[in-house]
């Protein structure tokens, strides 16, 4: 222990008593989408995909981070976009499969038109 942790002890305890001595959690970064914008993100993965509007059958995190940048000019990783999906209770299955709608029938819908277009390209 070194005699400037010391200090900085006291002067914590000085200001504001010994709650101040207390560990909190550190701040951190602050978020990069804001709660309106989490909002509107849980919408658009609940809606699904329009395939002729969004170019795409089914949500892949890049498609949403294509799409926050596109509608807020945000700019999120998928690493992050993957805990924001994740904190909306939007559990995404293996990495490699897509997120897709939380109302079965649209997901089975999107599903088939999925495989539809597998075999027009291949």
Do not use: Y
């Not at 805990?83 to 299955?93: M, P």
Request: charged share 25%.
């Amino acid at each position: 222990m070194t005699l400037q942790i010391v200090r900085d002890w006291v002067m914590k305890f000085n200001a504001l008593g010994p709650a101040a001595l207390i560990d909190r959690k550190a701040p951190g970064q602050k978020p990069r989408l804001n709660e309106e914008q989490r909002v509107a993100l849980a919408k658009m993965i609940d809606d699904g995909p329009i395939p002729a509007i969004h170019g795409v059958v089914r949500w892949r995190l890049v498609d949403l981070c294509q799409w926050a940048f596109e509608e807020f000019r945000v700019t999120v990783s998928p690493q992050t976009m993957s805990r924001q999906v994740r904190a909306l209770g939007i559990v995404n299955s293996p990495p490699d499969l897509a997120i897709t709608s939380r109302r079965p029938e649209r997901s089975r819908i999107l599903k088939n038109l999925s495989r539809a277009a597998a075999r027009l390209w291949r």
